[in-house]
């Protein structure tokens, strides 16, 4: 989806103009906008988080069997 940095906003294809530029200030949009580090980060902590606590199940799991 388009992005246009100069509005801060998300475009529909729909919404943008004969030429691709953006309807509210006309230039022209990004493909896409990157994700912030933070949700990366988010993403790879909520990883190793989960494999600890699988990790944990698992020695449980031998010890109790």
Known sequence: MPWCEQCDQQLETEELGADGTCPTCGTEPLEHRKSPW???????????????RAFQGVTWVVHHV
């Open 38 to 52: 933070w949700f990366k980060f988010l993403a790879v902590a909520t990883v190793i988080y989960l494999g600890y």
